[in-house]
Nanobody, 121 residues
C-alpha cells in the first residue's frame, strides 16, 4: 500500500509564503512523476505544478514566477514553495504521484488527502 502525506498548509496573509511537502511511503520501486493540484470551492481540480524524476518541471500560468516545485528522490518527497500568495490561491492542495510498485511493471496513480491553504488578511 502507498500513502501520500501532505503537510505545510495553513492560513497566510496576502504576499506571504508557504512550503508544502508530500511524502510518499510504501512498497515503491520508483516515482516517475509527482505533481501538485488544487481545488478551490466550487471549482474543479487544476494542475499547479509537476516534476519528473529527472527534475523537469511544468507550471500552470497562475503560479509561474511565484511557485517552485522540487523533489528529493532519495526521500520520495516533493515540495511546493509558494511565494507572493494571493487570495485566489486559496484552495485545498493535493499531491499526486505516478509510480511503480516493487515487483510490478505497471504504473499506478495515487493522491494525497489534501491540505488547506487559505490566503486572507
Amino acid at each position: 500500500q502507498v500513502q501520500l502525506v501532505e503537510s505545510g498548509g495553513g492560513l497566510v496573509q496576502p504576499g506571504g509564503s508557504l512550503r508544502l511537502s508530500c511524502a510518499a511511503s510504501g512498497s515503491i520501486a520508483s516515482i516517475n512523476h509527482m505533481a501538485w493540484y488544487r481545488q478551490a470551492p466550487g471549482k474543479g481540480r487544476e494542475l499547479v505544478a509537476a516534476i519528473t524524476t529527472g527534475g523537469s518541471t511544468n507550471y500552470a500560468d497562475s503560479g509561474k514566477g511565484r511557485f517552485t516545485i522540487s523533489r528529493d528522490n532519495a526521500k520520495n518527497t516533493a515540495y511546493l514553495q509558494m511565494n507572493s500568495l494571493k487570495p485566489e490561491d486559496t484552495a485545498v492542495y493535493y499531491c499526486y504521484a505516478r509510480l511503480t510498485l516493487l515487483g510490478s511493471p505497471y504504473e499506478r496513480q495515487y493522491w494525497g488527502q489534501g491540505t488547506q491553504v487559505t490566503v486572507s488578511s
